[in-house]
């Protein structure tokens, strides 16, 4: 039986050997080798893989490849389980282990495997760290191995869960993108050829299995992590990450809300440094600016002396600090204007001097300093952390919930990678979500330190980063985009005038504009001075919220703001549901040359927004080609705040776009309407 897919002249797959072989003959145009891995794992019996196992069924259809793997003593089956998307190209592989033993076995390790001819081939894969998320670079497999994994509990830092392989000469490779539970290993490996010839690729992922020894009961069945695969360009573009968002957005995320309201959080206003006079301000201009959820972020709990981070877990009001245990006041004082009220929490982190911790010690587990984690294994804590944080949604009547995560697990006393934490801690996200479905529930990791899919369908939303320069902002998301829906990202505007404090070349101090400040980085030491209007455009294509000192913000900066917010507000709903193009090459962190351009186009309106930057680069034109486009219709292009143009699809396919932009650090957004 031989089953071909094509995605642009480029074969995806085809299995004729897969009844005898149990996985496909290639991937995306590179050839899979039939007597490489499929699996590797290690019991507390030995180590073994899939080549000494029997397949002892094999369904191949137009849609995928079940096979069914036997141990030779038959103690253990091993199900693979690969997926065609025939709509939008994707491959998925479960894996799942099944004890069909009459006595225990524990699992040591288990990888999914992938292995490719004898060649020459790259890896690209992705650092991950504070601020500096998303950051991916190439690498030569000559030989040995490149393994990257999450640190800690936290299943994006130090590396994210998705790697690129390509052959040599190649423009395109093949991407694997984990689903984590918990920890994670992704390796690529080398392996002898034969003779002379180049080594064998092997890609395996899975969970980390440093300290794992997870009991598999008789009968009981255990899935693996699953993985998503798929076509990428490997130019600077990086074209075909559309298909990843289609995927994505059709199948895991079908059902998640589609718009996000447009938040004001107090964060960079004075960190959490709380003046009740002051956020009386930030709520005034943020109305003002249309704001629809005024959100108050950390300082606002506890009820001890001494430092709000030790108190994490103690979720009474500060009575010596903040709203001074009036908070509630300050809620209805938000609804009053015609806002939703949001709050800020961290339940995973327990802090030393929360009650909870000194009454029942044994619902905890110490992490990496003098914190403890939740055992959500255990029902009473489950049910105590539900109960909590139903008590702040209704006592508050909270329209937002921003949940972060500011610490490592560092260690897992049931040995599963975090694998049984994680499953409890998606149920309680899904439980808490379901109980209020009109409050929406935003992620935060220190930013993005767990961004990785199976976390964000949790949530409604993730923020992005703790890092809100808005041109680092360009950099990661740019990065995060190869492997995450760009719609669901949650990123913000942050800006504060600081007066006329920096002269205008060419102008008197008490001439010159208000210098409007964006942070450095995380905080606000080593500010950069920004375009207003560039800020926002940066923070725009995902789901745009607003931080920082707006009630210093002069007049006509917020006139320009109010306006661009209404466009955002218009098309919000499609950004959500768009998938994104990268329009011009992959830039890393600190790169401010040149031009960026984003494309993300709403698949039920076949609508474009083009979102295009020129940072330090001496031209004031770039000609940009979106993708996608019918060369047998007409687009009605403009400009934000400029007048419509209509333009054939054929002129657009083949003259592309001009765009001009005339300073430095600048940004447009234009709309690209189909006219049928």
Known sequence: MTCCYRIKDTYVTEFPNAEMTGVPDMLFGMQCDQKGLSFRMKTDSGAVDSRSFDIIDCNVSENGIKTVWQSEDKSIEVVTDWRFCNITGIWTRQDTLVN????????????????????????????????????????LLHHGSHTIESEGGRTTQGSTPFMVIKA???????AFHLFPRGDWKISARTLTGPGDSPPYAIIEAGMADDDIDIPLEPGRVIEMPM??????????????????????????????KNEAPLVYNTWFENFDHIDPGKMDEELSAAK???????????????????????????????????????????????????????????????????PVLMEHPEWFIRADDEHHYPDLHQPQVYGYLLEEISSLCEKYRLK???????????????????????????????????????????????????????????????????????????????????????????RWLVIRSAGKAVPEYGYALDRSPECILAPGGATWEGSVKVDPGFALLAAMP????????????????KQKLSKLIEFYLKWRTSIVCSYAFLLTPLRRIKDNKGWTAIQLKDPVTDTSLLFIYRLNDSKNRINIVPEEIDVNNEYALQVFGKEEIIVSGHDIQHKGIDIRIDHMNRAVVMTVIPKI
Not at 305 to 325: C, N
Request: aromatic share 14%.
């Open 168 to 174: 040599a000469g190649s423009e395109h490779g093949t």
């Open 227 to 256: 993985v998503c695969i798929n076509q990428i360009s490997t130019t600077e573009r990086f074209q075909g990450t559309e298909r990843l968002h289609k995927f994505l957005l059709r199948n895991i995320f079908d059902e998640h």
């Open 400 to 490: 937002w919930m921003k949940i972060d995560f500011n610490f490592k697990l560092t260690n897992d006393p049931y040995k599963e990678a975090f694998k049984g934490y994680y499953e409890k801690l998606y149920g309680l996200l899904d439980e808490i979500r379901g109980r209020f479905p009109e409050t929406f529930f935003e992620g935060c990791a220190s930013g993005g330190m767990r961004l990785d899919i199976s976390t964000l369908s949790h949530f409604d939303g993730h923020f992005l980063s703790d890092n809100v320069n808005p041109y680092d902002m360009l950099r990661i998301y740019q990065g995060g985009v190869l492997r995450l829906p760009p719609g669901r990202l949650t």
């Open 100 to 139: 069909t033993n009459c006595k225990l076995l524990r699992i040591k390790r288990y990888f999914s495997g992938f292995a490719f001819v004898p060649g020459d081939y790259s890896i690209y894969s992705q650092r991950s760290s504070w601020c500096n998320e998303n950051q991916g670079e190439w690498t």
């Open 288 to 354: 003002e600016l249309g704001c629809e959820i005024f959100a108050v972020d950390a300082g606002w709990y506890g009820c001890q002396a001494g430092s709000w981070s030790k108190q994490t877990g103690d979720w009474r009001e500060k009575i010596d600090g903040a709203f001074m245990g009036r908070m509630k006041d300050f809620s209805d004082k938000v609804r009053e204007a015609g806002l939703g009220f949001g709050l800020w929490i961290e339940f995973e982190r327990i802090g030393s001097l929360a």
């Open 542 to 557: 995902g789901m745009l919220g607003i931080s920082g000192d707006l009630s210093s913000l002069p007049f006509d900066v």
